[in-house]
């Protein structure tokens, strides 16, 4: 059964500095993987998603690595800004899967 | 122009109510899905549908039943609420339908917040 792991589970970061949120997954069986972001009482954005055969993707300030071997993904968030605050989710989707979500990573970031 | 759109946002009721809660979306995607985000912020799967047909059914009380009445609809109702149904509940859609490898990224909507008293 597939498990996705998100580490940290809160970071607290000044402005400025480049982070790495770190997502594990137990089967690496996927299709793709999603990362979203969720605003305190808000609903999912989709930030970027990785096909199984990619190795990364970009958008902004936003960079996701996939190593499917291993189980495990990045996202690089580059010069980091108040506003990135929010909590970060890790979602894998498999054969006959919907999405299997971490239970996220809650990114801090103060001026 | 709200590409998955939830109603209500907010819903509070008595333990043992009926309530429903509407999902549209107008991105002409096949697939719709009910996701339960509970108070540990913990997202899983409930229901999908793929052309109005049901493809994912997790391990969900048969109090919850989704209704599809056209693929650009998956609406959720709930009978006999309880206490442990409060949650946030979220609709989602995407292109491709389960069981298929291609390119599928999935859209949200805003959430309803569902308190059981």
């Known amino acids: 059964k597939q498990e996705v792991t998100q580490i940290p589970a809160a970071l607290s970061v000044p402005e400025g500095e480049n982070l790495v949120l770190n997502c594990s997954f137990t089967?690496?069986?996927?299709?793709?993987l999603q990362w979203f972001r969720q605003d305190p009482g808000k609903g999912l954005t989709s930030l970027l998603l990785?096909?199984?055969?990619?190795r990364e993707q970009t958008s902004g300030r936003l960079n996701a690595s996939l190593d499917k071997s291993s189980g495990r993904s990045t996202l690089y968030i580059a010069a980091s800004q108040p506003g990135d605050s929010a909590t970060y989710l890790c979602?894998?989707?498999?054969?006959?899967?919907?999405?299997?979500f971490g239970k996220g990573t809650t990114l801090s970031v103060s001026s | 122009d709200t590409a998955v759109s939830q109603t209500p946002k907010y819903l509070v009721t008595q333990m043992g109510n009926d309530k429903s809660i509407k999902c549209e979306q107008n991105?002409?995607?096949?697939?719709m899905y009910w996701y339960k985000q509970d108070s540990k912020k913990f997202l899983k799967i409930m229901f999908s549908?793929?052309?109005?047909?049901?493809?994912i059914n997790e391990t969900v009380p048969n109090r919850f039943s989704p209704k599809s009445p056209d693929k650009a609809h998956l609406n959720l109702h709930i009978n006999s609420l309880e206490l442990g149904d409060s949650a946030v509940y979220f609709c989602?859609?995407?292109?491709?339908?389960?069981?298929?490898?291609?390119?599928?990224?999935?859209?949200f909507g805003p959430g309803t917040r569902l308190t059981v008293l």
């Open positions: 089967d690496s069986a996927i299709y793709n």
């Open positions: 991105l002409g995607h096949d697939t």
């Open positions: 979602a894998v989707r498999q054969a006959g899967t919907a999405l299997i």
């Open positions: 549908y793929n052309n109005k047909e049901l493809i």
């Open positions: 989602a859609s995407s292109q491709v339908p389960i069981g298929l490898a291609g390119y599928n990224e999935q859209f």
């Open positions: 990785i096909q199984s055969s990619q």
